[in-house]
């Protein structure tokens, strides 16, 4: 087996109102996934939340912040609000680019790490996220964030949806890889 391994890649080819990547094996130790994503063309929200294992319990925690500016000029930072275990999702994992304020073609890229995502001895998954959008000299933001994911499962599923019953744009994309 290879140190590292795409496990699902891919893009969409119209919109739609989630990506589901479903079968992911137990073989590897640790999750990297990088999703690019857009809200679609007629959308005003820019943030889409992950599910995992299919699971919509109160079994998520997470706290982060940002950083956005237009350059090293003018720049603003902020904390997210604390979503210690009593939220249904992990939202700040991945944000979708406005599809009615960005410019065409711009999409948020999303990193994600979970470590022993296989593991069924340990009492949760740490989830780590960096998202980034930059389209001009005034529209760039840095949004990160760590959390958890609460079970002993390995985690088999990672769903993205965009928040506000707006679709994924067309070529959002994703790629999903596990390392031994």
């Known amino acids: 087996m290879a140190d590292f391994e795409i496990i699902s890649e891919g893009?969409?080819?119209?919109?739609?109102?989630?990506?589901?990547?479903?079968?992911?094996?137990?073989?590897?130790?640790h999750l990297e996934?990088?999703?690019a994503l857009r809200a679609d063309g007629g959308a005003a929200s820019s943030n889409a939340y992950m599910q995992l294992?299919?699971?919509?319990?109160?079994?998520?925690?997470q706290f982060g912040g940002y950083v956005s500016g237009n350059g090293w000029s003018s720049v603003s930072s902020a904390a997210f609000a604390s979503?210690?275990?009593?939220?249904?999702?992990f939202q700040s994992a991945?944000?979708?680019a406005y599809g009615s304020g960005s410019p065409s073609g711009i999409f948020y890229v999303n990193h994600i790490m979970i470590p022993l995502y296989s593991s069924t001895t340990t009492a949760t998954k740490t989830i780590m996220s960096t998202s980034t959008?930059?389209?001009?000299?005034?529209?760039?933001?840095t949004e990160y964030s760590a959390g958890f994911y609460n079970t002993t499962s390995a985690i088999n599923a990672i769903?993205?949806?965009?928040l506000g019953g707006v679709n994924l744009?067309?070529?959002s994309s994703w790629w999903v890889g596990g390392y031994a």
């Open 133 to 141: 959008i930059g389209w001009n000299d005034n529209n760039n933001t």
């Open 11 to 29: 893009k969409l080819s119209s919109a739609a109102a989630e990506i589901s990547i479903t079968s992911i094996p137990a073989t590897y130790t």
């Open 53 to 61: 294992n299919g699971d919509t319990g109160a079994n998520y925690g």
């Open 94 to 96: 991945c944000t979708a």
């Open 169 to 171: 744009d067309t070529h």
């Open 33 to 35: 996934c990088v999703f």
């Open 159 to 162: 769903k993205i949806v965009p």
């Open 83 to 89: 979503r210690t275990g009593s939220v249904t999702y």
